[in-house]
């Protein structure tokens, strides 16, 4: 009888000795998943992934004051957008600013004043705080923006020389007539000033 319940109970511990290194072998894949898993959660947390996304001032600003068909965006007044040129944003911690980039266009304005023997010649340089596809657009419209700029000019009558913001005005008109036809041909103008880099009247 003693001899029947020793050889069950060998049984029993025979039976339980196989299931014991599987049991461990689950719990320690188990273990190593969760560590893994927590490990994985706990550095996505750390580095901010679950953080919100913070609004791009880039968009923001260029939703609120762009160039285009309004003078101040595209048709729709988003820059960035569409295909559309965007604002280069500068490196800087206090405040969101923009990088001007400038393009000096080769040639030089030569026409003759309005209703006079004087000829006015002129080299010009465009700037924008837009991306290089304005300035890209610029030099790919090269001869229609010519006849533009040479007919804003042409209308210079030789009295206006002499008002202390001549050039001041000429500049804007030039800047207004080229965004004018960048918007005409691209839907987008972008330049944002114009700069005269030779300015000569006889």
Request: net charge negative; charged share 30%; hydrophobic share 40%.
């Amino acid at each position: 009888m003693a001899e029947a319940a020793a050889e069950e109970v060998a049984a029993e511990e025979g039976e339980k000795k196989p299931k014991s290194p599987i049991v461990l072998i689950i719990v320690g894949v188990v273990g190593l998943l969760v560590l893994l898993v927590s490990t994985v959660a706990g550095t996505l947390f750390l580095t901010g992934f679950f953080n919100p996304k913070p609004v791009d001032p880039e968009h923001a600003e260029a939703a609120a004051d762009g160039h285009g068909k309004d003078g101040k965006g595209g048709k729709d007044g988003k820059d960035g957008k569409d295909g559309k040129p965007g604002k280069k944003a500068k490196d800087s911690p206090e405040l969101t600013r923009f990088e001007y980039t400038y393009m000096q266009i080769e040639r030089e304005f030569l026409v003759n004043l309005s209703g006079s023997k004087k000829v006015m010649s002129v080299q010009l340089a465009v700037m924008t705080h837009y991306d290089e596809r304005v300035f890209e657009n610029v030099k790919k419209h090269e001869f229609a923006l010519r006849s533009a700029i040479m007919d804003v000019m042409r209308q210079t009558q030789e009295a206006e020389l002499t008002k202390p913001d001549f050039r001041k005005e000429l500049a804007g008109k030039i800047r207004d007539a080229i965004n004018t036809m960048l918007e005409k041909y691209e839907d987008f103008g972008g330049i944002e000033d114009v700069y005269f880099t030779n300015f000569i009247v006889q």
